[in-house]
């Protein structure tokens, strides 16, 4: 775990997700032992940015410890309580973005890795698409790193926009730079 102050952690907020009943427990002791030695801070979990070693347990035969995102590991725990999921549950018991969802899912259900099934098996997640743990993943590592895919949100801006947005907001700065070189 890393405690970061509010100096030092990226300044963007993340959303407010449901932290998994397996895991409250954890986060409630940790934070009574840090506020016991730091009085006057405030705990805020920043789960879109953190990483898991999880065991999985894929069928009775094979287990595999995977690393994993946070919100991952959160998809992950689901599946203790059931065996298939529909995209809308997932996002209804986690409340994590759906961009986010839908990237960390994939990222699990990627070709190259499988650690989660998906019906249909297309790129597109919809709703109603089902989700469930694969019986038959196998791995030749017992440690396996699950990759990240960043999967491109059409309502999101194209990147040259946002260069071009960059690029006015320093504006400023550069013709300082300029002016001080000369």
Request: glycine share 2%; proline share 6%.
């Amino acid at each position: 775990m890393i405690v970061c102050t509010s100096g030092c952690w990226p300044a963007a907020s993340a959303a407010p997700i449901t932290i998994p009943k397996e895991i409250q427990p954890l986060c409630d002791k940790f934070k009574e032992f840090y506020l016991s030695r730091h009085s006057g801070t405030k705990i805020t979990w920043a789960l879109h940015q953190g990483e898991a070693e999880v065991v999985v347990r894929f069928n009775a035969k094979s287990s595999y410890l995977l690393i994993v995102s946070s919100y991952q590991m959160i998809i992950l725990l689901l599946f203790n309580q059931k065996k298939v999921y529909k995209f809308e549950e997932i996002s209804e018991l986690t409340q994590i973005p759906r961009s986010d969802l839908i990237s960390h899912l994939i990222s699990l259900a990627h070709p190259k890795v499988k650690a989660i099934l998906k019906k249909p098996n297309v790129k597109e997640v919809k709703d109603d698409d089902e989700f469930q743990i694969n019986p038959k993943f196998t791995s030749e590592r017992y440690r396996v790193p699950i990759k990240l895919i960043k999967i491109a949100d059409p309502s999101a801006p194209a990147d040259d926009v946002i260069s071009k947005q960059i690029m006015t907001q320093r504006g400023h700065q550069y013709l300082q730079t300029l002016l001080v070189l000369t």
